[in-house]
């Protein structure tokens, strides 16, 4: 195998590069050094030093502020949840809902980004419990007791985290949709890697289109940092222009309420202040420019551009549509050769040789079966040129050739069914739809053999851990079972 074969088959885990995503969006570029740093100093107990560093990053590093000095007290835990109850009593009798008193502050790790998206989700959706424990612990007597000034989040600041939330929700969504192992179309499968990043890059670009304004006009993304140029939806003019019409129709006097001036004071960029807008611009860049570092290497393999173009529910013509520009059909052209040079040396070449062998000896005998008194130049022109069109048409050009994209729910169990048609390249297809999109699946395993392997089992070898992991991974699959009992019914589907 040479370097260039390693290469190839090196795969990126989703989750990793979704985690450095979303920490670029949160800390900025440099955001190890940002987290060590608040190791050492919550390590050497420098709090006010932590909360002054973490206080840097605004309305997030106040709110881990807040979460931390509540979580740091059983006794404010409690308090918090007392003001939660009292205040839903008084509220009176209304309509059920879920409630959410009960529900616990998250503080975020320095583990995954997402546990600060947790922390800022459950956060809004127990702001009004939060503000009221704030104004009731601003009537401590000890000053001690009292959440310092500084980490108190204004009307502004809960704002801009419900706008943070909305940018990140996307990114948290395809973390948790590609932990899986794969099911059925979706749910951790190769091919969502390449799409889910498209997703993602357009996502940030309109985000960043939607925080716009002439006063922070000038923080944009460099072209010649951009090969991906999508094109830019004018979300905004487009609705300005449907209002301005659909106006003309109401009555004069009433036409000012619904004009766009109107309803673009009415929209939510008008209640942020122009530094908040900066903020979100360069977090925003922040997470584009990661992604897109990570998109421009996965060209470094072709079986992330491979596993999109033998999905049939997209085929090479999704890939057409999206890299359209002078530098994308680079690009597009290095997706196909890449997949039939991998095809060629690792599938293709082994039993090339036999396919051509009996297929050149079935067209032979049916040829010669004809009658003796046509031609025999002409017979032996057209032998030759059978053969030929036959070594010519390769499976990936048959393949290609379909009326392709096809609706599938199933690509593994198309390509299974296809398998006569497709021999070489059907098993391609099935052994990049095997792969992964992130190794969680290996994490969770690690995780679980820590859980196994307790303090009261040290003495376990680590050949008979490898059997109760295999056991139990056998039988959370329904590979395996133990009499009558069910695993599988036993567990939610989310496991």
């Known amino acids: 195998m040479t370097d260039k074969d390693a290469i190839d088959r090196r795969m990126r885990c989703y989750g990793h590069i979704l985690n450095l995503v979303g920490r670029a969006f949160l800390y900025g570029e440099d955001s190890e050094t940002f987290e060590q740093e608040s190791q050492v100093l919550d390590l050497t107990d420098r709090l006010d030093d932590d909360l002054r560093h973490w206080r840097k990053k605004g309305p997030i590093g106040k709110l881990r502020n807040i979460i931390k000095f509540i979580r740091s007290s059983p006794q404010r835990s409690e308090r918090l949840k007392q003001s939660a109850c009292e205040l839903d009593t008084s509220e009176g009798f209304t309509i059920y809902e879920p409630s959410t008193r009960e529900l616990e502050v998250i503080i975020n790790n320095?583990?995954?980004w997402n546990s600060t998206y947790?922390?800022?989700d459950r956060a809004l959706t127990k702001q009004t419990h939060l503000q009221t424990f704030l104004i009731e612990n601003k009537l401590e007597d000890d000053p001690q007791s009292q959440i310092p000034e500084d980490d108190i989040l204004s009307s502004e600041d809960w704002r801009l985290l419900v706008e943070i939330k909305e940018i990140l929700e996307p990114l948290y969504l395809q973390t948790m949709r590609c932990q899986g192992w794969g099911k059925g179309d979706s749910h951790g499968r190769l091919w969502e890697i390449i799409t889910g990043l498209e997703y993602l890059l357009d996502h940030f670009e309109d985000s960043k289109t939607f925080f716009t304004t002439p006063a922070n006009r000038d923080i944009q993304l460099s072209q010649s940092q951009s090969p991906i140029p999508h094109p830019r939806k004018l979300r905004y003019s487009q609705k300005e222009t449907q209002l301005k019409q659909s106006s003309n129709s109401l009555p004069r006097h009433t036409r000012s309420e619904y004009s766009p001036s109107?309803?673009?004071?009415?929209?939510?960029?008008?209640?942020?202040?122009q530094d908040s807008h900066a903020y979100l611009q360069i977090s925003i860049t922040n997470a584009w420019q990661k992604l897109n570092d990570y998109?421009?290497?996965?060209g470094d393999s072709p079986l992330f551009a491979a596993a999109v173009i033998l999905h049939p529910n997209y085929s090479l013509?999704?890939?057409?549509?999206r890299?359209?520009?002078k530098e994308q059909l680079i690009w597009l052209y290095d997706a196909k050769k890449g997949?039939?040079?991998?095809?060629e040396r690792w599938y293709h070449h082994d039993i090339h040789s036999r396919l051509t062998e009996e297929y050149t000896s079935q067209k032979t005998n049916i040829i010669a079966t004809q009658s003796s008194h046509e031609d025999s130049r002409y017979q032996q022109w057209l032998n030759r040129r059978t053969i030929r069109l036959s070594d010519d048409s390769s499976e990936l050009d048959r393949y290609f050739r379909l009326d392709l994209p096809q609706r599938v729910d199933d690509p593994v169990q198309w390509w299974i069914s296809h398998q006569a048609s497709f021999p070489t390249l059907s098993k391609l297809a099935l052994d990049i739809f095997e792969i992964p999109a992130m190794a969680a699946d290996c994490e969770r395993a690690f995780s679980l053999a820590k859980l196994t392997l307790t303090s009261q089992r040290l003495s376990m070898s680590s050949s008979t851990l490898e059997k109760v992991q295999c056991l139990k991974n056998w039988m959370r699959r329904g590979a395996v079972s133990i009499g009558d009992f069910n695993f599988v019914e036993s567990i939610p589907d989310t496991m």
């Open 262 to 273: 109107n309803y673009q004071q009415q929209d939510r960029r008008s209640n942020l202040r």
């Open 323 to 325: 890299w359209n520009g």
């Open 317 to 321: 013509r999704w890939q057409q549509e």
């Open 339 to 343: 997949l039939e040079d991998f095809w």
């Open 110 to 112: 320095n583990t995954r």
């Open 118 to 120: 947790m922390m800022i």
């Open 295 to 298: 998109y421009i290497k996965l």
